[in-house]
T-cell receptor, first 107, second 125 residues
Framework: DIQVTQSPSSVSASIGDRVAITCRASQGFSNYLAWYQQKPGKVPRLLIYDASTVQSGVPSRFSGSQSGTDFTLTISSLQREDAAIYYC?????????FGGGTKVEIK | EVQLVASGGGLVQPGRSLRLSCAASGFTFDDYPMHWVRQSPGKGLEWVSGISWNSRSVGYADFAEGRFTISRDNAKNSLYLQMDSLRADDTALYYCAKGGPWGSGSYYRDAIDHWGQGILVTVSS
């Protein structure tokens, strides 16, 4: 099975900062990777699919990119409402593995 | 508006079975793949199983293979998860989730675009 390693496990940043979260796959699988945001007590929300396509309604400060087996979610200018846990998920084939999550906190 | 309402959860003893159901509305159910995803208390998301729009293709996480069975009834707009031989580490909030519209209708090669509120399953003696 392809493993997906997400880093960092947590990040603390100030309002307006640029934040980057990475998922590294143990082997290549095209661009079938999504990013989700989960706030406390809420269900996950799709942000990015196919590695770099922003889901409708998601603020433009969120973007996704891919370089080989490395996938990055970038928040260009962190806002207070972005405090949450972010997960990547690969969905090329079973198992559709999630990364371990990254907790984003506001300083 | 997409609505996914799960039911059938609760407290069950180790080794016993439970069947989760998910009632879908607000979209054309038989056009989309569906999934079950779980989250143990205080832990991350864990994909459990997925099923294509026509039930011809299904997939499972390693921990679910041989114990869990996913199915759907398109006439009833419903998704199911039969869970057998339950263990304490199956205790989690189980989410019913809908696959996106961008793929071919299989459970893979499409991200999850809507999630239900989840149903709690507790496995304990």
């Amino acid at each position: 099975d392809i493993q997906v390693t997400q880093s960092p496990s947590s990040v603390s940043a100030s309002i307006g900062d640029r934040v980057a979260i990475t998922c590294r796959a143990s082997q290549g699988f095209s661009n079938y990777l999504a990013w989700y945001q989960q706030k406390p007590g809420k269900v996950p929300r799709l942000l990015i699919y196919d590695a770099s396509t922003v889901q409708s309604g998601v603020p433009s400060r969120f973007s996704g990119s891919q370089s080989g087996t490395d996938f990055t979610l970038t928040i260009s200018s962190l806002q207070r409402e972005d405090a949450a846990i972010y997960y990547c998920q690969k969905y090329d084939s079973a198992p559709l593995t999630f990364g371990g999550g990254t907790k984003v906190e506001i300083k | 508006e997409v609505q996914l309402v799960a039911s059938g959860g609760g407290l069950v003893q180790p080794g016993r079975s439970l069947r989760l159901s998910c009632a879908a509305s607000g979209f054309t159910f038989d056009d989309y793949p569906m999934h079950w995803v779980r989250q143990s208390p205080g832990k991350g998301l864990e994909w459990v199983s997925g099923i294509s729009w026509n039930s011809r293709s299904v997939g499972y996480a390693d921990f679910a293979e041989g114990r869990f069975t996913i199915s759907r009834d398109n006439a009833k707009n419903s998704l199911y998860l039969q869970m057998d031989s339950l263990r304490a580490d199956d205790t989690a909030l189980y989410y019913c989730a809908k696959g996106g519209p961008w793929g071919s209708g299989s459970y893979y090669r499409d991200a999850i675009d809507h999630w239900g509120q989840g149903i709690l399953v507790t496995v304990s003696s």
